[in-house]
Each structure stands twice: as structure tokens, then as C-alpha cells.
T-cell receptor, first 112, second 115 residues
Framework: AQSVTQLDSQVPVFEEAPVELRCNYS??????LFWYVQYPNQGLQLLLK??????LVKGINGFEAEFNKSQTSFHLRKPSVHISDTAEYFC??????????FGAGTILRVKS | NAGVTQTPKFQVLKTGQSMTLQCAQD?????MSWYRQDPGMGLRLIHY???????DQGEVPNGYNVSRSTTEDFPLRLLSAAPSQTSVYFC??????????????FGPGTRLTVT
């Protein structure tokens, strides 16, 4: 069965610094991978997705992620964060049938 | 488009009461699903549907029922509420094929407290 592990529950970072949120997945078959963002008291919004093709995926708000099949990872990066990036970020994996399996989430706290 | 809408936004129930959480989408998506979100556990799939008249269980289905009589609506029923069902519930919908890129659109959530 597939599973998703987000390696950090919280990541504090200063404004304009780079950030990496780590995600590892476990699956015996090919998967689709997603990053979602949740701002306080809101629903989830898709940041980016990997379905096939180039392993470097660019998303909204300057975020990007790299799919690494050998390491079963899909880490999210941003070269320079802003206060408005403070939110909870979820990595998710889909094997088949549209069913998403989510990681536990990483809270990104951007400090001024 | 209104996207995915959920009602109510907040609800307090007593143990043993029943209620229905409403979810509707106006994007003609085949796939709809219900998740619950608990601190430190991410989102877990409760039930899902691949089209009108077709539903199936997810990871945590116990204590919940669903039905899908139309493409637009996918209500979630709590049969006899328990404190363990205190959570935030999200409904989501998507096209169920690669052309739709499997992107799931989420509603704003319903915060449920069971006392």
C-alpha cells in the first residue's frame, strides 16, 4: 500500500531565505505526486503536480519540486520565501482511481 | 463557477445525534470524495464516488454513509455521532482521467465538534 512521509512537521525560516520541504513516498507501482497548500481556516489549493515527463515541476507562487524515482522523493523548494507563504503544506500520492494519500503536513513559518 | 461548496461551515453535535454534511460541485466532475483532517495526521479518505450511483469506502469509513444520486451532490451522513468524529471535513471533486490531470478541487471545509 502506498504511504507518504513528510519528514518535518514544522519548518521555521526567515523571510527571503530559501526553503525545502521534504516528502518521501512508498509505492510498488508508478504514482502521481502532488503538493497542496492550506492557508489558515481554508481548504486545500494545488501548488504543483508530477504526472510524467520532466522530473522538475514548477508550480504557482514560485514553488518547484523535483521527482526522484530512485530515492522515492518529491521535495518542494522555493528560493526566496515571503511572509505570505506561511501555511501548511501537504504532499500527496495517487496510485490509481483518483484516490489521494496524504502526508501528515509540514507547517512553514516565515519570520521577518 | 462556485466550485465545490460545503454546508454547514460549523456544527456542534451531541453524542448519538445524526446529521448530514452537504457537498456540491458545479464543474461536472465524475469523481467526488470526502476527507477528514486531524492534527498531525494529514487528510484521510472516508468515502469516494466515481460517478452517480457508484460509491466506495476509503481508509476510514466506519460511522459514515454516503450516496451519489446526482453528479453534482455527494452528502456525507454521520449515523450516530461520537467524540472521535470531531474533525474538519473536506469534500473534493475532480475529473477522473489524465486529461483532467487528476487535480482535486477542495471545498472550504466543515468544522464538526461532537460533545
Amino acid at each position: 500500500a502506498q504511504s507518504v512521509t513528510q519528514l518535518d512537521s514544522q519548518v521555521p525560516v526567515f523571510e527571503e531565505a530559501p526553503v525545502e520541504l521534504r516528502c518521501n513516498y512508498s509505492s510498488s507501482v508508478s504514482v502521481y505526486l502532488f503538493w497542496y497548500v492550506q492557508y489558515p481556516n481554508q481548504g486545500l489549493q494545488l501548488l504543483l503536480k508530477y504526472l510524467s515527463g520532466s522530473t522538475l515541476v514548477k508550480g504557482i507562487n514560485g514553488f518547484e519540486a523535483e521527482f526522484n524515482k530512485s530515492q522515492t522523493s518529491f521535495h518542494l523548494r522555493k528560493p526566496s520565501v515571503h511572509i505570505s507563504d506561511t501555511a501548511e503544506y501537504f504532499c500527496a500520492c495517487m496510485e490509481y482511481g483518483n484516490k489521494l494519500v496524504f502526508g501528515a503536513g509540514t507547517i512553514l513559518r516565515v519570520k521577518s | 463557477n462556485a466550485g465545490v461548496t460545503q454546508t454547514p461551515k460549523f456544527q456542534v453535535l451531541k453524542t448519538g445525534q445524526s446529521m448530514t454534511l452537504q457537498c456540491a460541485q458545479d464543474m461536472n466532475h465524475e469523481y467526488m470524495s470526502w476527507y477528514r483532517q486531524d492534527p498531525g495526521m494529514g487528510l484521510r479518505l472516508i468515502h469516494y464516488s466515481v460517478g452517480a450511483g457508484i460509491t466506495d469506502q476509503g481508509e476510514v469509513p466506519n460511522g459514515y454513509n454516503v450516496s451519489r444520486s446526482t453528479t453534482e451532490d455527494f452528502p456525507l451522513r454521520l449515523l450516530s455521532a461520537a467524540p472521535s468524529q470531531t474533525s474538519v471535513y473536506f469534500c473534493a471533486s475532480s475529473y477522473s482521467n489524465l486529461a483532467g490531470a487528476y487535480e482535486q478541487y477542495f471545498g472550504p471545509g466543515t468544522r464538526l465538534t461532537v460533545t
